[in-house]
């Protein structure tokens, strides 16, 4: 079975500042990896995935993460950061195939410091 | 489209009580998905449905719990009888195969 493992739980930062969310997982087999974004009082939006392909994906509000198959990793980077991007940052696996369910990392409270 | 639709967005319930939620799937998408969300375990999967069928129900916590999806446009998730540590708020996401899930707003249920 897949896992996965948000190293930060909470990560403050001043406004304009660069961030990285760390984000490992962990499967024996091929894996689709995603980013998600939750914002007080609201459901969980997609932020960006990785299906294949280019290792750098790009996402939405500026973000981007980087697929590292050899140290398992799949880290959330933004170059910098603004107050309404204080939410929390769930980092999620699925196995690549058919459909089946994600595997969700513990989150990470992101909160942007005027 | 309007995207996942769950309904009721509250519910306040009195411990030993029946609790219905629902969800409406985006239109055409294969797979459903019932999750709980909690300060002290995160986010679950509780149980989800392929084309209508449950695949994989072994994080639906004990009997109380019980989920149908009798179309592809609807489920439900039930809670009977429901109990104070059943407090948590209740996503619904769905896809299309292996593609990304798409979360309701959720349903944020207190049992008093």
């Known amino acids: 079975a897949q896992s996965v493992t948000q190293l930060d739980s909470q990560v403050p930062v001043f406004e304009e500042a660069p961030v990285e969310l760390r984000c490992n997982y962990s499967?024996?087999?091929?894996?689709?990896l995603f980013w998600y974004v939750q914002y007080p009082n609201q459901g969980l939006q997609l932020l960006l995935k990785?299906?294949?392909?280019?290792?750098l994906v790009k996402g939405i509000n500026g973000f981007e993460a980087e697929f590292n198959k050899s140290q398992t990793s799949f880290h959330l980077r933004k170059p910098s950061v603004h107050i309404s991007d204080t939410a929390e940052y769930f980092c999620?696996?699925?196995?690549?195939?058919?459909?089946?369910?994600?595997?969700f990392g513990s989150g990470t409270q992101l909160t942007v410091l005027p | 489209d309007a995207g996942v639709i769950q309904s009721p967005r509250h519910e306040v319930t009195e411990m030993g009580q029946e609790v219905t939620l629902r969800c409406k799937p985006i239109?055409?998408?294969?797979?459903l998905f019932w999750y709980r969300q909690t300060m002290m375990r995160g986010l679950e999967l509780l149980i989800y449905?392929?084309?209508?069928?449950?695949?994989?129900d072994s994080g639906m916590p004990e009997d109380r719990f019980s989920a149908k999806m009798p179309n592809a446009s609807f489920s439900t998730l039930k809670i009977q009888p429901s109990e104070p540590r059943d407090s948590a708020v209740y996503f619904c996401?769905?896809?299309?195969?292996?593609?990304?899930?798409?979360f309701g707003q959720g349903t944020r249920l207190t049992v008093v």
């Open positions: 999620a696996v699925t196995l690549s195939g058919s459909a089946r369910q994600l595997t």
């Open positions: 499967s024996s087999v091929s894996v689709y």
């Open positions: 239109s055409g998408h294969n797979s």
């Open positions: 996401a769905s896809s299309f195969y292996q593609y990304e899930a798409f």
């Open positions: 990785y299906l294949s392909g280019s290792t």
């Open positions: 449905f392929n084309n209508n069928v449950p695949i994989d």
